[in-house]
């Protein structure tokens, strides 16, 4: 079926560099998006939304980027910090998520 | 209510065990759906209701789970002659219908050995 999948399983990032996490999916009539962080030993949390008539949203140190051309999604965190260490989720949301494997950020001091 | 609530965190059971969690979701959230999550990766649909009404169900969820939420308020899954292929963190959200409400647990991590 159509899914949602990130393109790396782990990224490394230094402590005030900006990180950015990609994920392409599949369903080109996908119109709702959402990107989750989840902690060890915690659910998702849910971080910022796109919709699909939009290419891009801010948030608090956070950007989501949207290009329906290539079906592509990226999450962009500003000056990572070490509370940023987590794994996160793109999912496409249609009343219920699918989720594609995650990518987990490890933030270096 | 500080958002939803699930019980145990973690069950260790043997194989051919039944075991029951439960999730107790934000009190006027209207939706609530389980999702099973393996190690490395995302959370996979099992099933939902509106109120007390299962609305869907994954074809992940065979016939030993069943789900059930009988007051439409908290919620149980149980899953009968427990496999190892069952091991997994079992993650509960609840929803007010606006995605903005979708809250999900800390998850019940169950191990059968």
């Known amino acids: 079926g159509e899914s949602v999948g990130l393109h790396l399983p782990t990224l490394s990032v230094q402590e005030g560099d900006n990180s950015i996490i990609n994920c392409a999916y599949s369903n080109s009539a996908s119109d709702y998006f959402i990107w989750y962080k989840q902690e060890s030993g915690k659910g998702p949390q849910f971080i910022i939304d796109i919709r699909s008539n939009m290419d891009k949203r801010q948030g608090q140190r956070v950007t989501v980027l949207l290009n329906k051309t290539v079906k592509h999604l990226s999450l962009q965190i500003a000056a990572t910090q070490p509370g940023d260490s987590a794994v996160y989720f793109c999912?496409?949301?249609?009343?219920?998520?699918?989720f594609g494997a995650g990518t987990t950020v490890t933030v270096r001091a | 209510d500080t958002g939803v609530s699930q019980d145990p965190r973690h069950k260790i059971t043997k194989r051919g065990q039944n075991v029951t969690f439960r999730c107790d979701p934000i009190?006027?959230?209207?939706?609530l759906y389980w999702y099973r999550q393996t190690l490395g990766q995302g959370p996979e649909f099992l099933t939902y209701?509106?109120?007390?009404?299962?609305?869907?169900k994954s074809r992940l969820l065979s016939d030993r789970f069943s789900a059930e939420r009988p007051k439409g308020s908290f919620s149980t899954l149980e899953i009968q002659r427990t496999e190892q292929g069952d091991s997994a963190m079992y993650l509960c959200?609840?929803?007010?219908?606006?995605?903005?409400?979708?809250?999900f647990g800390s998850g019940t991590r169950l191990t059968v050995v």
């Open positions: 959200a609840s929803s007010d219908g606006q995605i903005y409400g979708y809250t």
């Open positions: 009190s006027e959230h209207n939706r």
């Open positions: 999912a496409e949301n249609d009343y219920k998520l699918s």
């Open positions: 209701f509106q109120n007390e009404a299962q609305l869907e």
